[in-house]
């Protein structure tokens, strides 16, 4: 379905007014359902952070079976960071200045880098960084044809997918079905990835448009489950299709405390020994992510959020305030990692679902816009540098924005291969398209890497003969003691198809419900080889 929110580009400040409202009353909405209610995943509340634990199957994999100790964590600037006023272009500072006669800043409000290039004056926290060599920005980031709605282009970034294309899965969730289509019931042991706020992005939802978090916001719940062992009853339930949906429901709420134990631990071992400012919502969420890390969490992957970045009006304050409180958070953040001993091992990178139009508009403010900048820090970038093209204020695209010189995929391949070592055709196949590798400064040479096909220790697949009855196919490399299990949503085993050796080559199974007094619903096949195991789901809807 094609977009229309923006479509009035070009048209009245009512009409834009009005679409700005439309956009983000669909993003509220969307937000609010993403956040209400039970909607899978593994999530807690440290201190007073909604903290999410979240699986990627097929990244995961690559991930526990490398020999990198690397640690990426994202920092999402929600609403559409200003990348004119981040970064400042000092070869064009008139033409900028003539845009933004009172939104621009002044030379000697900025912080020069090169002779082309300055930073906003209230990230003068991370000057540090950019002088010891750790920290980098990549100009003009984007994809072709943006899309200026808040909810698509943060989906378009989420998914990785074309413009053109309605993705609802996230480019690390999507391929959570295809390994560990049963998470819920069956969770790793150790949460590859934590998200603290920022609920109604996508980057972890599955086929299934399951999101694997949740956000449970009150920590009194805690308690119950520490004395109980489970937050609802599964039970006691009625005996009927209603009962087996309310079963689930309350099941994936329970699966949610899976990791609370493993990250309070973490945690508690963890110790913040740097100063955090106060009053500043990332610094509170990169302080979590510290203790985590140092608290030997084993995790590789974090996100955090920080709101505020519309800035239709005012910006100038508004904009101020969320520069330094990005400075001082990130600042802070390597100076308690550094500590630790951990500096060399994180990279952190920030991202927004757009910038903002070169020209201000009468409200004091920017309206959305295109490509912007992407920030870069920590040591293993070896070296401080400005890269991407320079943005060209006299030729902008047919929405008066900023064009894009770097895909921003192209960002999220290279991180993957030779930040955290995933291989290549891994990488290729997460993100969705063969991306362009970029020289960050970072290389990756470990001593053992898992490729796909070692993720995917043999073949699966189910064929669907009835609607009541399905085949199950795989195919052996070598001679295994095999089982091979039905079990419901709630990990409840409904039949074992097969439970002894057998030789290489392809095999089959058939599962008919008709045998077995169950509901219509999603059911999971598990296939245990020796010591590999690979799983998948399947429908039964019997007439």
Same mark, same amino acid.
């Given at each position: 379905?094609?977009?229309?929110?923006?479509?009035?580009?070009?048209?009245?400040?009512?009409?834009?007014?009005?679409?700005?409202?439309?956009?983000?009353?669909?993003?509220?909405?969307?937000?609010?359902?993403?956040?209400?209610?039970?909607?899978?995943?593994?999530?807690?509340?440290?201190?007073?952070? #909604?903290?999410?634990?979240?699986?990627?199957?097929?990244?995961?994999?690559?991930?526990?079976?490398?020999?990198?100790?690397?640690?990426?964590?994202?920092?999402?600037?929600?609403?559409?960071?200003?990348?004119?006023?981040?970064?400042?272009?000092? $070869?064009?500072?008139?033409?900028?200045?003539?845009?933004?006669?009172?939104?621009?800043?002044?030379?000697?409000?900025?912080?020069?880098?090169?002779?082309?290039?300055?930073?906003?004056?209230?990230?003068? !926290?991370?000057?540090?960084?950019?002088?010891?060599?750790?920290?980098?920005?990549?100009?003009?980031?984007?994809?072709?044809?943006?899309?200026?709605?808040?909810?698509?282009?943060?989906?378009?970034?989420?998914?990785?997918?074309?413009?053109?294309?309605?993705?609802?899965?996230?480019?690390?969730?999507?391929?959570?079905?295809?390994?560990? #289509?049963? $998470?819920?019931?069956?969770? #790793?042991?150790?949460?590859?990835?934590?998200?603290?706020?920022?609920?109604?992005?996508?980057?972890?939802?599955?086929?299934?448009?399951?999101?694997?978090?949740?956000?449970?916001?009150?920590?009194?719940?805690?308690?119950?489950?520490?004395?109980?062992?489970?937050?609802?009853?599964?039970?006691?339930?009625?005996?009927?299709?209603?009962?087996?949906?309310?079963?689930?429901?309350?099941?994936?709420?329970?699966?949610?405390?899976? $990791? !609370?134990?493993?990250?309070?631990?973490?945690?508690?071992?963890?110790?913040?020994?740097?100063?955090? #400012?106060?009053?500043?919502?990332?610094?509170?969420?990169?302080?979590?992510?510290?203790?985590?890390?140092?608290?030997?969490?084993?995790?590789?992957? /974090?996100?955090?959020?920080?709101?505020?970045?519309?800035?239709?009006?005012?910006?100038?304050?508004?904009?101020?305030?969320?520069?330094?409180?990005?400075?001082?958070?990130?600042?802070?953040? $390597?100076?308690?990692?550094?500590?630790?001993?951990?500096?060399?091992?994180?990279?952190?990178?920030?991202?927004?679902?757009?910038?903002?139009?070169?020209?201000?508009?009468?409200?004091?403010?920017?309206?959305?816009?295109?490509?912007?900048?992407?920030?870069?820090?920590?040591?293993?970038?070896?070296?401080?540098?400005?890269?991407?093209?320079?943005?060209?204020?006299?030729?902008?695209?047919?929405?008066?924005?900023?064009?894009?010189?770097?895909?921003?995929?192209?960002?999220?391949?290279?991180?993957?291969?030779?930040?955290?070592?995933?291989?290549?055709?891994?990488?290729?196949?997460?993100?969705?398209?063969?991306?362009?590798?970029?020289?960050?400064?970072?290389?990756?040479?470990?001593?053992?890497?898992?490729?796909?096909?070692?993720?995917?220790?043999?073949?699966?697949?189910?064929?669907?003969?009835?609607?009541?009855?399905?085949?199950?196919? /795989?195919?052996?490399?070598?001679?295994?003691?095999?089982?091979?299990?039905?079990?419901?949503?709630?990990?409840?085993?409904?039949?074992?198809?097969?439970?002894?050796?057998?030789?290489?080559?392809?095999?089959?199974?058939?599962?008919?419900?008709?045998?077995?007094?169950?509901?219509?619903?999603? /059911?999971?096949?598990?296939?245990?080889?020796?010591?590999?195991?690979?799983?998948?789901?399947?429908?039964?809807?019997?007439?």
């Amino acid at each position: 379905m094609k977009n229309t929110t923006h479509n009035k580009r070009h048209g009245s400040a009512l009409e834009h007014g009005q679409a700005h409202t439309e956009d983000h009353d669909l993003w509220s909405r969307r937000s609010f359902l993403r956040n209400f209610g039970l909607v899978g995943g593994a999530s807690m509340l440290l201190g007073k952070l #909604p903290v999410t634990a979240m699986e990627s199957a097929m990244l995961s994999e690559a991930l526990r079976s490398s020999d990198s100790d690397r640690i990426l964590v994202l920092i999402r600037l929600k609403g559409g960071n200003d990348g004119l006023n981040t970064i400042i272009p000092l $070869y064009d500072y008139d033409t900028y200045a003539n845009f933004r006669p009172t939104v621009r800043l002044r030379q000697n409000e900025t912080i020069r880098l090169t002779d082309e290039f300055a930073m906003h004056g209230e990230l003068n !926290a991370v000057e540090q960084l950019w002088e010891e060599d750790a920290m980098r920005i990549i100009n003009s980031v984007g994809y072709p044809n943006q899309n200026l709605s808040h909810f698509r282009s943060t989906d378009i970034w989420s998914s990785a997918s074309d413009a053109n294309v309605l993705d609802s899965s996230g480019w690390l969730g999507r391929y959570l079905g295809d390994l560990y #289509p049963d $998470y819920l019931t069956n969770p #790793p042991s150790t949460p590859p990835a934590i998200q603290i706020g920022g609920f109604d992005s996508l980057v972890f939802n599955d086929l299934n448009r399951v999101s694997i978090s949740v956000n449970i916001a009150d920590p009194r719940q805690l308690e119950d489950i520490a004395e109980n062992g489970q937050l609802y009853d599964i039970n006691n339930l009625p005996d009927c299709t209603y009962g087996e949906q309310l079963r689930y429901m309350r099941t994936v709420a329970n699966s949610t405390f899976f $990791y !609370a134990d493993d990250i309070g631990q973490a945690a508690n071992r963890g110790r913040n020994t740097a100063t955090y #400012p106060e009053g500043n919502p990332l610094a509170s969420s990169l302080a979590t992510v510290a203790r985590l890390i140092k608290g030997n969490m084993g995790t590789q992957l /974090y996100m955090v959020t920080m709101d505020g970045f519309d800035t239709h009006a005012n910006q100038a304050n508004q904009h101020a305030r969320l520069m330094r409180y990005l400075g001082e958070a990130v600042k802070a953040f $390597y100076d308690d990692l550094e500590q630790g001993g951990w500096q060399d091992k994180v990279l952190s990178m920030t991202f927004s679902e757009f910038g903002r139009r070169p020209r201000q508009n009468a409200a004091d403010g920017t309206d959305h816009g295109a490509a912007a900048p992407v920030l870069l820090f920590g040591e293993g970038l070896n070296g401080s540098m400005i890269q991407g093209g320079r943005p060209d204020l006299n030729d902008l695209d047919q929405n008066d924005n900023i064009k894009y010189d770097v895909d921003f995929r192209d960002i999220y391949a290279t991180i993957l291969d030779y930040w955290l070592c995933i291989p290549s055709d891994t990488v290729d196949q997460v993100i969705g398209r063969v991306s362009p590798r970029l020289n960050l400064g970072f290389d990756c040479q470990p001593t053992s890497v898992t490729s796909l096909g070692a993720t995917q220790p043999f073949r699966h697949r189910v064929l669907t003969e009835s609607s009541s009855e399905i085949i199950l196919k /795989y195919e052996l490399p070598s001679t295994a003691q095999v089982r091979v299990d039905v079990v419901d949503v709630m990990g409840r085993s409904i039949q074992t198809l097969q439970n002894g050796r057998q030789v290489p080559g392809q095999h089959q199974l058939r599962f008919s419900a008709h045998e077995h007094r169950i509901p219509n619903g999603q /059911y999971f096949y598990r296939i245990q080889a020796d010591q590999r195991r690979v799983s998948g789901a399947f429908q039964i809807m019997k007439n």
